[in-house]
């Protein structure tokens, strides 16, 4: 489209010594191919500053914004029997979350009883949380795979029956719609969350975190 920007006819005298007409007759050349090499500069200049924008990743990355939205704040289960035997007490345990922008913190309480008035044992883990991508689990459900990295761990009080340890844990996360709950994975044999490749496959529907 521009390969002919060229002004024919133009001569100069001697060195240093151009002709009148010469100058004419380029003022006049240029001025005639000016919207043409205008056109061309704002053509490059367009190009230059595009690029390419993947819809899907803005959808998702909207997405993942509005979900980080709902996380924050306080989340709870209910208070349920952990495990009973012969010889064993009676463990009630109750789960705590709380999202703050990507920090997180988990917090574990033990109680003796059904109550769960009166915390025996408290551990607290805290870091950071990634919702790496959508994905759907084998039982169907959409859910986002959610990274834990909970890099400190205090026992606030009681005594654990195993030593906390700072952990990673890969999980995935269902939210429930109208945002009053959210589920994680089903933590069952080798998928465990324990590693990337155990991430769980389903969603556990048996313990809800409830808003608070």
Known sequence: MFTNLSCKGIACGGVGEPVLQDIVAGSSCLAARAPVLLAAI??????????????????????REAAETVLQGNWRTLCRLSSAGDGQDEV????????????????????????????????????????????TAEDGQAVWEIDFNFSGVEVISGEPSERPTPKRVYDILYLRDGDSG?????????LNGTGKDKRPAVVDFSEEHLKQ
């Not at 704002?42 to 997405?63: D, S, T, V, Y």
């Not at 959210?182 to 080798?190: E, M």
């Open 42 to 63: 704002i053509c490059l200049g367009m190009f230059a500053g595009c690029r390419w924008e993947n819809p899907h990743a803005e959808k998702e990355e909207q997405e």
């Open 92 to 135: 009630w345990r109750r789960t705590d979350y709380l999202f703050n922008g990507v920090a997180v913190t988990r917090t574990e309480n033990e109680y003796a009883d059904s109550s769960c008035s009166d915390a025996d044992v408290v551990v607290e883990y805290r870091g950071d949380f990634d919702l790496v991508r959508e994905t």
């Open 182 to 190: 959210f589920f994680l994975g089903g933590k069952d044999g080798d």
